[in-house]
């Protein structure tokens, strides 16, 4: 199973809501990571999970709040969103964190739309 | 600064036609060049992954080549079909620095 699933595929949410973004893959893979992708845009890297633990934080706003329960799953939980934050949000995962030649699997994405 | 640029910025190509992307990167330090594809709207999805070593990877029609003295990298797709439209992204990480490229939208049309 080289699958990292992501839900919900699209959301849809107004500046004052709180919501979450749910990662999951079942690989045995030890890194994890959340992207943001606006349109015709490459990925930007937000955060990178190495061994439940939060190793990278691309000074990312503090509206954005990442999460790893355990090693199979990882959440964006989301806050008081600008429009400006409306992107794919992508998830991925490795077998080892940056540094190491590990192929990165990603996720479908999630479509954020703030309004 | 590290830097990673892509050329062409698009390419338009008849299928069953070949073409090269190019990648010019400045990551310093450098652990590894990875290209990735990405269709609309989906994630993007491993083609190849070089290190430091490698000066050529294939995976199919698609062959990738590194020259780490010139850091320089290109894809090379041969044969191409429909299916090859799609955004091709170059990815150098250098050691919890990944950085991505802004990548070239290619279509290829029958």
């Known amino acids: 199973d080289t699958e990292v699933t992501q839900t919900p595929k699209h959301l849809v949410m107004g500046m004052t809501n709180k919501k979450s973004l749910k990662c999951e893959q079942h690989?045995?893979?030890?890194?994890m990571y959340w992207y943001k992708q606006k349109a015709k845009k490459p990925p930007e890297l937000m955060f990178v999970?190495?061994?439940?633990?939060?190793?990278i934080n691309e000074s990312v706003p503090s509206r954005f709040s990442p999460e790893c329960p355990n090693s199979s799953l990882l959440n964006l939980h989301l806050h008081a969103l600008q429009p400006e934050d409306s992107a794919l949000y992508l998830c991925a995962s490795s077998q080892g964190g940056t540094g190491g030649s590990y192929e990165q699997y990603f996720g479908p994405g999630t479509r954020l739309t703030v309004t | 600064k590290n830097q990673v640029e892509q050329s062409p910025q698009s390419l338009i190509i008849l299928e069953g036609k070949n073409c090269t992307l190019q990648c010019n990167y400045t990551v310093s330090p450098f652990s590894n060049l990875r290209w990735y594809k990405q269709d609309t709207g989906r994630g993007p999805v491993s083609l190849t992954i070089?290190?430091?070593?490698?000066n050529t990877k294939s995976n199919g029609r698609y062959t990738a080549t590194l020259d780490a003295d010139t850091k320089q990298s290109s894809l090379h797709i041969t044969a191409s079909q429909l299916s090859d439209s799609a955004s091709y992204i170059c990815?150098?990480?250098?050691?919890?620095?990944?950085?991505f490229g802004a990548g070239t939208r290619l279509t290829v049309k029958p």
């Open positions: 070089m290190t430091f070593s490698e």
């Open positions: 999970y190495s061994y439940e633990k939060l190793s």
């Open positions: 990815v150098v990480d250098g050691n919890n620095d990944m950085r």
């Open positions: 690989m045995g893979h030890r890194a």
